[in-house]
């Protein structure tokens, strides 16, 4: 079937529709396959010639060095990474080459293409938690592309590496795909993952090839250096075809204009998608979580005529390998026309060709959108739409579509080095083997730096070594920050649902709360303290919880102070003690308060990193009087919490803020923004180093926010301490409107920083 515009014309007549513009397409740009290709992979391969990146990927492996390639979705990077490695195996069966990959899906999906391909003398096995005992010594004896995931890595191979001995001695390449995925503090984990890695391959005598796959991001050779500590080559001259493409940003409509209300994005969602798979459009629709992506699909199913309806069908996680491979072979086919998923299926799962991507809520960053929309458009012209949630956020780029469709792709940050990452990956490289001066040059000097201050490592003549009886990797995941965790245990079957950080527990799985895992609501029965769990069960009430909190905030190192915005601006090192004091039962329906509980738990308390900035008295005049000032404070730490994730690739989770009208260190009206993980990751560094762009978007933010005195699309966070008490609209866009214009003329004196 021929897709045009005229296919979906009518549905975006609506005043729903804030903002259309169309993609032009582009064509392919080719390059021929490689002279020097083995000449029994050229006969393996289907086609004759490569686009340009593919080939300049290649081009580069060859030349032995490291890559990073971040093209768009669909783009052939699968192919790009792939080809050096089988070449390099036609060549000598015995090189080995290990993937990396984030899910178990992902690397099913590449065990599938690998043997689809059918290159000579490719022998790829699937390594993971599922892979049963008796296969594992069988894969380590004779599959040459071996595919696992870091937390495999972690604590199933690099503790055990005699095992893996002729693995490790083999190792010609390590490919790591979907790169950008690795940020923040898993990130940071698989940064050390990586660095133990590469140690092991020398000590074994190896010196491979790192090959990284990544979606568009800002900073794809950072990445790549802070990731494994390489200087890697960067592709990002995307040469593949693109159909034109139509881009839609749709804004359901103001029910409350004070309170910020709109109609419901899921039931706007779902009748645009109604409306384009009865017109025979394959369309995709991606949600934030599983009870959403289910809710669309039901509201989408109600609406269309029963043989269209069993053409649809919902895709999530929580599917048994079979479920998913048929959905997916059903897609592929065009046996189904429209699928509901969860950001799942956002990463590069091969799902055919697709006309329609609907995104329900901005998915947190401009990188995930672009993989999202990415899937639009495979069989001619394509349609992308974002229908916004209440989100401030989201608001913003309704109204301000340039901010979202001119902007660069945001940075991917982490932070290997974060002393509460790094001490557990330097205890388990000294069980893999001494730790001497020789590893600065894969594990880092920041590696050998705590291996000498760190009690249960003892120096001897080969280096330092592990003391402990147990090995040290098994003590950690490398999704947290901190050992200190709480399990989420569904009281029926006495499943583990997950884990949060002893900081975060007492605020998201407080006895009563409403916590949310993988798009499933559970209510919390009881926090056992002492055995450090939280019994849930399934929950299906009309309400969610909010934790009140008391928080401090103490300065503990200055590293950088400048002059920025006509005020001091600072980035350091602070200690946040918070205690939670109650919770509120909050209505879905219209966030009006149910209920307020008091809670009786313990204090926390952990160091990390963070910016300060000073308000002059001049900034602040008819705003210094009490309560006035707090509320200005306030509402500004809130809106640019708000927007920090369009400059660093986070989520406004990861943030955590502090106003206040004096400071006990500062004895002046301060806002402290701080990274909510133990140790930090980088993010609010990130934050200090655009702090005049940052300021800017989150007064425009405001200015076009329709309230009046403030509302969940602006200054309200659904994770306030405070509940949202004391937040003043006004005076925050007075303050932030003045920090611009100070920031105006600092450009224009030519006024310098020092840090």
């Given at each position: 079937m021929a897709v045009d515009a005229a296919n979906w014309a009518d549905l975006l007549e609506g005043e729903e529709v804030s903002h259309v513009e169309s993609v032009p397409p582009a064509d392919a740009r080719t390059a021929a396959l490689p002279e020097q290709l083995h000449p029994l992979l050229r006969e393996a391969l289907p086609f004759d010639e490569l686009y340009v990146h593919q080939r300049a990927a290649f081009d580069a492996a060859a030349r032995g060095e490291n890559l990073i390639l971040a093209t768009g979705t669909?783009?052939?990077?699968?192919?790009?990474?792939?080809?050096?490695?089988?070449?390099?195996?036609?060549?000598?069966?015995?090189?080995?080459?290990?993937?990396?990959?984030?899910?178990?899906?992902?690397?099913?999906?590449?065990?599938?293409?690998?043997?689809?391909?059918?290159?000579?003398?490719?022998?790829?096995?699937?390594?993971?938690?599922?892979?049963?005992?008796?296969?594992?010594?069988?894969?380590?004896?004779?599959?040459?592309?071996?595919?696992?995931?870091?937390?495999?890595?972690?604590?199933?191979?690099?503790?055990?590496?005699?095992?893996?001995?002729?693995?490790?001695h083999n190792l010609r390449y390590i490919v790591i795909d979907e790169a950008h995925v690795y940020r923040g503090v898993f990130g940071s984990h698989v940064g050390n993952v990586l660095r133990r890695l590469r140690r092991l391959a020398r000590i074994y005598g190896a010196d491979p090839q790192l090959l990284f796959a990544s979606a568009t991001i800002a900073n794809?050779?950072?990445?790549?250096?802070?990731?494994?500590?390489?200087?890697?080559?960067?592709?990002?001259?995307?040469?593949?075809?693109?159909?034109?493409?139509?881009?839609?940003?749709?804004?359901?409509?103001?029910?409350?204009?004070?309170?910020?209300?709109?109609?419901?994005?899921?039931?706007?969602?779902?009748?645009?998608?109604?409306?384009?798979?009865?017109?025979?459009?394959?369309?995709?629709?991606?949600?934030?979580?599983?009870?959403?992506?289910?809710?669309?699909?039901?509201?989408?199913?109600?609406?269309?005529?029963?043989?269209?309806?069993?053409?649809?069908?919902?895709?999530?996680?929580?599917?048994?390998?079979?479920?998913?491979?048929?959905?997916?072979?059903?897609?592929?086919?065009?046996?189904?026309?429209?699928?509901?998923?969860?950001?799942?299926?956002?990463?590069?799962?091969?799902?055919?060709?697709?006309?329609?991507?609907?995104?329900?809520?901005?998915?947190?960053?401009?990188?995930?959108?672009?993989?999202?929309?990415?899937?639009?458009?495979?069989?001619?012209?394509?349609?992308?739409?974002l229908v916004a949630s209440q989100d401030a956020l989201d608001q913003y780029f309704m109204r301000e579509p340039e901010t979202l469709l001119g902007r660069r792709v945001e940075a991917a940050i982490l932070d290997h080095a974060n002393p509460r990452v790094l001490d557990g990956h330097v205890r388990a490289a000294a069980f893999e083997a001494p730790i001497d001066d020789a590893d600065r040059a894969t594990l880092g000097d920041e590696a050998l730096e705590r291996a000498a201050d760190l009690p249960d490592l003892k120096e001897t003549k080969s280096g330092y070594v592990w003391a402990g009886r147990d090995y040290p990797?098994?003590?950690?995941?490398?999704?947290?920050?901190?050992?200190?965790?709480?399990?989420?245990?569904?009281?029926?079957?006495?499943?583990?649902?997950?884990?949060?950080?002893r900081e975060r527990a007492y605020s998201t799985v407080h006895e009563g709360a409403v916590y949310l895992h993988l798009g499933e609501s559970y209510l919390v029965r009881e926090l056992a303290l002492q055995t450090r769990t939280a019994l849930v069960t399934p929950y299906k009430g009309d309400y969610y919880t909010q934790a009140k909190k008391e928080t401090d905030t103490a300065i503990e190192e200055t590293l950088r102070t400048e002059r920025r915005c006509g005020l001091e601006l600072s980035f350091g090192r602070i200690s946040v003690t918070e205690r939670v004091v109650a919770y509120q039962k909050k209505s879905v329906r219209d966030q009006s308060t149910l209920e307020t509980v008091e809670l009786d738990l313990p204090e926390t308390s952990f160091e990390t990193e963070a910016i300060w900035y000073v308000p002059e008295p001049e900034q602040l005049k008819d705003l210094e009087q009490m309560p006035k000032l707090l509320g200005t404070l306030h509402a500004a730490e809130h809106s640019m919490i708000a927007l920090l994730p369009l400059w660093a690739m986070c989520d406004r989770w990861d943030i955590g803020g502090l106003s206040t009208n004096i400071h006990f260190q500062t004895n002046r009206p301060t806002v402290f923004i701080y990274d909510g993980h133990a140790g930090g990751v980088g993010i609010t560094e990130r934050g200090f180093n655009a702090f005049e762009g940052w300021v800017e978007d989150t007064a425009r933010m405001l200015e076009g926010c329709p309230c009046t005195d403030g509302c969940p699309s602006c200054v309200q966070s659904p994770k306030c301490g405070n509940l949202n008490e004391m937040l003043d609209k006004e005076g925050a866009l007075t303050l932030l409107r003045r920090l611009v214009a100070a920031s105006a003329i600092d450009v224009d004196s030519g006024q310098t920083r020092s840090s």
């Amino acid at each position: 079937m021929a897709v045009d515009a005229a296919n979906w014309a009518d549905l975006l007549e609506g005043e729903e529709v804030s903002h259309v513009e169309s993609v032009p397409p582009a064509d392919a740009r080719t390059a021929a396959l490689p002279e020097q290709l083995h000449p029994l992979l050229r006969e393996a391969l289907p086609f004759d010639e490569l686009y340009v990146h593919q080939r300049a990927a290649f081009d580069a492996a060859a030349r032995g060095e490291n890559l990073i390639l971040a093209t768009g979705t669909a783009s052939g990077k699968s192919l790009a990474f792939n080809l050096p490695v089988l070449d390099e195996i036609a060549r000598q069966p015995k090189s080995r080459a290990l993937y990396l990959y984030p899910t178990k899906a992902l690397a099913q999906d590449q065990a599938r293409a690998l043997a689809k391909l059918r290159a000579p003398n490719v022998r790829a096995a699937i390594y993971d938690g599922d892979t049963p005992t008796e296969r594992r010594w069988q894969i380590r004896k004779w599959a040459n592309v071996i595919l696992t995931n870091p937390d495999m890595l972690h604590i199933g191979v690099l503790p055990h590496h005699d095992r893996w001995a002729d693995v490790l001695h083999n190792l010609r390449y390590i490919v790591i795909d979907e790169a950008h995925v690795y940020r923040g503090v898993f990130g940071s984990h698989v940064g050390n993952v990586l660095r133990r890695l590469r140690r092991l391959a020398r000590i074994y005598g190896a010196d491979p090839q790192l090959l990284f796959a990544s979606a568009t991001i800002a900073n794809p050779g950072e990445l790549a250096a802070d990731l494994a500590g390489v200087a890697a080559t960067v592709v990002v001259d995307d040469a593949a075809p693109r159909a034109e493409r139509t881009v839609v940003l749709w804004n359901p409509g103001l029910i409350d204009a004070e309170l910020g209300l709109r109609a419901s994005a899921l039931g706007d969602a779902s009748r645009l998608m109604a409306g384009l798979v009865s017109r025979g459009l394959r369309t995709i629709c991606f949600a934030k979580s599983r009870k959403s992506a289910e809710l669309i699909h039901k509201f989408t199913a109600d609406r269309v005529d029963p043989e269209t309806a069993a053409r649809l069908a919902p895709y999530r996680a929580g599917y048994t390998p079979a479920q998913r491979r048929d959905i997916e072979r059903r897609l592929v086919e065009g046996e189904l026309l429209g699928v509901s998923a969860t950001d799942a299926l956002e990463l590069g799962i091969d799902i055919g060709l697709l006309d329609c991507a609907i995104s329900v809520g901005f998915p947190g960053t401009v990188a995930s959108l672009r993989q999202q929309w990415g899937r639009a458009g495979r069989r001619g012209h394509g349609l992308a739409v974002l229908v916004a949630s209440q989100d401030a956020l989201d608001q913003y780029f309704m109204r301000e579509p340039e901010t979202l469709l001119g902007r660069r792709v945001e940075a991917a940050i982490l932070d290997h080095a974060n002393p509460r990452v790094l001490d557990g990956h330097v205890r388990a490289a000294a069980f893999e083997a001494p730790i001497d001066d020789a590893d600065r040059a894969t594990l880092g000097d920041e590696a050998l730096e705590r291996a000498a201050d760190l009690p249960d490592l003892k120096e001897t003549k080969s280096g330092y070594v592990w003391a402990g009886r147990d090995y040290p990797a098994g003590r950690f995941g490398l999704r947290s920050t901190t050992p200190d965790t709480f399990g989420i245990v569904e009281a029926q079957s006495g499943t583990v649902l997950g884990l949060v950080e002893r900081e975060r527990a007492y605020s998201t799985v407080h006895e009563g709360a409403v916590y949310l895992h993988l798009g499933e609501s559970y209510l919390v029965r009881e926090l056992a303290l002492q055995t450090r769990t939280a019994l849930v069960t399934p929950y299906k009430g009309d309400y969610y919880t909010q934790a009140k909190k008391e928080t401090d905030t103490a300065i503990e190192e200055t590293l950088r102070t400048e002059r920025r915005c006509g005020l001091e601006l600072s980035f350091g090192r602070i200690s946040v003690t918070e205690r939670v004091v109650a919770y509120q039962k909050k209505s879905v329906r219209d966030q009006s308060t149910l209920e307020t509980v008091e809670l009786d738990l313990p204090e926390t308390s952990f160091e990390t990193e963070a910016i300060w900035y000073v308000p002059e008295p001049e900034q602040l005049k008819d705003l210094e009087q009490m309560p006035k000032l707090l509320g200005t404070l306030h509402a500004a730490e809130h809106s640019m919490i708000a927007l920090l994730p369009l400059w660093a690739m986070c989520d406004r989770w990861d943030i955590g803020g502090l106003s206040t009208n004096i400071h006990f260190q500062t004895n002046r009206p301060t806002v402290f923004i701080y990274d909510g993980h133990a140790g930090g990751v980088g993010i609010t560094e990130r934050g200090f180093n655009a702090f005049e762009g940052w300021v800017e978007d989150t007064a425009r933010m405001l200015e076009g926010c329709p309230c009046t005195d403030g509302c969940p699309s602006c200054v309200q966070s659904p994770k306030c301490g405070n509940l949202n008490e004391m937040l003043d609209k006004e005076g925050a866009l007075t303050l932030l409107r003045r920090l611009v214009a100070a920031s105006a003329i600092d450009v224009d004196s030519g006024q310098t920083r020092s840090s």
